[in-house]
């Protein structure tokens, strides 16, 4: 059986708009890690809830951390259609985007998002990385200072420090930038900043610029299922910040797998735009 796909035995089928190579050949690794038989794939996860079959409960209550803080940790799958326009709920009013800023998207949705960097195998940023069509892990650290987030997508990873510390203020660019953490309110809230120029929030191409900062709320609803409310705060691009709302749904009774998208990468000369 390999990995179930909210809630049905079969993957989903994405209908993307306009989809380009790089996004086509996600959603057929995608569809085939649903019957691959591969190492860890089917190993019970330890404290998960179970009914009297067997199966996990996912609608049983949220789990807390021995502080008593929410447990956010587990493996996670994205609802599908946000990777492709990550404002996908939204009104294009809600989007504010600057002239110059509106152009640059007209541009990628024009030119079949071409010059996306993901097409050369970079990492895809944030929040772009919450929303791709694999899984991703938290993991929380020992000691509570930090927490991991290993992405499936392209291979990559964050770490976001829960110690205290600030964001830096004069980071060098990442495309994953750097990002603290904290508990409020019943959410894990994580900031970010220190993006690259040239920062793509979807496959669509949503532009970010280096003065882009993210702040993602995790709040768990129950044991197999979390929102991530994201704010997009980036004076450069838009005239105000704005939120979109990720749905996740927890995949329990398997693991990640390896991804790499240099392996064997040939879309870069099948990108023809227009």
Request: glycine share 8%.
């Amino acid at each position: 059986m390999g990995r179930t796909w909210w809630g049905s035995e079969k993957p989903p089928v994405y209908n993307f708009p306009r989809m380009k190579p790089t996004v086509l050949l996600w959603v057929i690794l995608l569809i085939a890690c649903g019957t691959l038989s591969a190492q860890w794939l089917k190993i019970p996860t330890p404290g998960i809830p179970r009914t009297p079959d067997g199966k996990p409960d996912l609608s049983a209550p949220a789990p807390k951390t021995a502080e008593g803080k929410p447990d956010v940790s587990g493996l996670w799958q994205p609802a599908p259609g946000y990777v492709e326009n990550v404002a996908k709920d939204l009104k294009p009013e809600d989007v504010p985007m600057r002239p110059w800023a509106q152009m640059l998207y007209q541009h990628r949705r024009d030119t079949l998002s071409k010059e996306d960097p993901t097409g050369w195998c970079n990492p895809g940023g944030v929040p772009r990385s919450d929303a791709v069509p694999y899984p991703f892990k938290i993991v929380p650290a020992a000691g509570g200072g930090e927490m991991m987030i290993l992405y499936e997508a392209v291979h990559s990873y964050r770490q976001v420090f829960m110690d205290g510390r600030a964001l830096p203020k004069d980071p060098n660019p990442n495309w994953l930038g750097y990002s603290v953490g904290r508990y409020e309110d019943g959410a894990l809230v994580v900031e970010s900043s220190g993006f690259v120029e040239n920062s793509w929030l979807d496959n669509g191409g949503h532009p970010g610029t280096e003065s882009l900062h993210v702040t993602e709320r995790f709040k768990r609803k129950d044991f197999g299922h979390m929102d991530i409310e994201v704010t997009i705060d980036d004076p450069k691009t838009y005239t105000k910040p704005w939120t979109v709302t990720i749905p996740l749904k927890l995949m329990p009774d398997t693991e990640l797998l390896e991804y790499i998208c240099t392996e064997n990468n040939k879309d870069l000369e099948h990108l023809v735009g227009k």
